[in-house]
């Protein structure tokens, strides 16, 4: 479970945190997808040798407050900057 992350704004770095006290980079090897199961997704991220991390909700809706600052959105998809590396937090309604 990611529980909490550290922003930089100036180099647009993401860190993001573990309920386990692990700590790792939002970037191309560790990426965050949009998973569905039944109707709904779920965001997570790939926190080690393909663990999945579920991000929490507080900590998504935060994610998605950085991106709609960052304007980073392609099309009718809103997306963040981390590491060089852009990832989709889903559609715009």
């Not at 590396?85 to 309604?93: C, E, I």
Request: net charge negative; charged share 20%; glycine share 4%.
């Amino acid at each position: 479970m990611i529980t909490d992350f550290h922003y930089d704004k100036n180099t647009k770095e993401i860190v993001l945190d573990t309920n386990f006290d692990y700590s790792f980079p939002l970037n191309q090897e560790h990426p965050l997808t949009l998973k569905k199961i039944k109707n709904d997704e779920f965001p997570i991220v790939i926190v080690r040798s393909n663990l999945e991390g579920l991000i929490s909700r507080s900590v998504f809706y935060k994610l998605i407050d950085i991106a709609v600052n960052q304007e980073n959105n392609s099309g009718n998809t809103l997306q963040i900057k981390s590491f060089n590396s852009l990832h989709n937090l889903g559609s715009l309604a």
